[in-house]
């Protein structure tokens, strides 16, 4: 099965960037849906954004729309989420996600990695 490693979390303030990236051991992403998702203390998990490996296209959440970016790396076999404008309000734990096909929400998302933590200060 695909195995998912997040890096990149840390602490940054608000206004800052971040860029996190996803890899994948075992097998490469092509043919795979990639997604990132991010869950608050105490808050419910939420779709962050996704990326087709193969054709590139993208899709992101209203809250991170112009601030976020999605993209691929096909020489590493890596997915990035490059984070601009961070607000304390980005603060959760972030994971990788992927899958075959397109799942109506995080739950149908069969692979994941174990998180990186992203904290932003006010």
């Known amino acids: 099965q695909v195995q998912l490693v997040e890096s990149g979390g840390g602490l940054v303030q608000a206004g800052g960037s971040l860029r996190l990236s996803c890899s994948a051991s075992?097998?490469?992403?092509?043919?795979?849906?990639v997604g990132w998702f991010r869950q608050a203390p105490g808050k419910e998990r939420e779709f962050v954004a996704a990326i087709w490996w193969n054709g590139g296209s993208t899709a992101y959440a209203d809250s991170v729309t112009g601030r976020f970016i999605i993209s691929r790396d096909n020489v590493k076999n890596t997915v990035y989420l490059q984070m601009n404008t961070l607000k304390p309000e980005d603060t959760a734990e972030y994971y990788c996600?992927?899958?075959?096909?397109?799942?109506?929400?995080?739950?149908?998302?069969?692979?994941w990695g174990k998180g990186t933590l992203v904290t932003v200060s006010s």
């Open positions: 996600a992927a899958d075959q096909s397109v799942g109506s929400s995080w739950r149908a998302w069969d692979y």
């Open positions: 075992g097998r490469t992403f092509s043919g795979y849906y």
